[in-house]
């Protein structure tokens, strides 16, 4: 168990820090309606809010410092197909997933679009 890293928690939408009381101590709130999701990444946590209420052309799918500041929206391949579901970081990419199925490979360090491969697509 690593007694180091802060207890992050998603409450009433928002990405918070809790203090060991429980309480809030710091935190992030959403760019528009509520975080749905978060992973920890070295100094970093990446962040899937609902994709209803941002403005068009948006990603649901950012990075923030671990100060809570945004890094980088992510270089999505297709805003009508917002990410469904962050399934990891695999070295320097972070894995996403999108509505349609397809999985998203972005550069864990800029959010910058490296790869997609449509859901049903045979691997080579």
């Known amino acids: 168990m690593n007694f ?3 207890a992050l928690a998603v409450i009433d939408g ?3 820090q809790l203090k060991r009381d429980g309480g809030r101590a710091t935190g992030h709130v959403p760019l528009a309606t509520a975080i749905v999701e978060f992973q920890r990444g070295p100094l970093r946590y990446y962040v899937r809010e609902h994709p209803f209420g941002l ?3 948006l990603p649901n799918l950012y990075c923030l410092d671990a100060g809570f500041r945004l890094q980088w929206m992510a270089e999505w391949p297709d805003p009508a197909d917002p990410c469904t579901s962050i399934l990891g970081e ?3 990419v972070l894995v996403a997933l999108a509505a349609s199925g397809a999985t998203v490979q972005l550069d864990a360090m800029t959010g910058r679009l490296l790869g997609v491969t449509q859901a049903g697509a045979a691997a080579s």
């Open 14 to 16: 928002s990405l918070c």
């Open 4 to 6: 180091n890293a802060p």
């Open 55 to 57: 403005l068009p052309g």
């Open 90 to 92: 695999d070295g320097n």
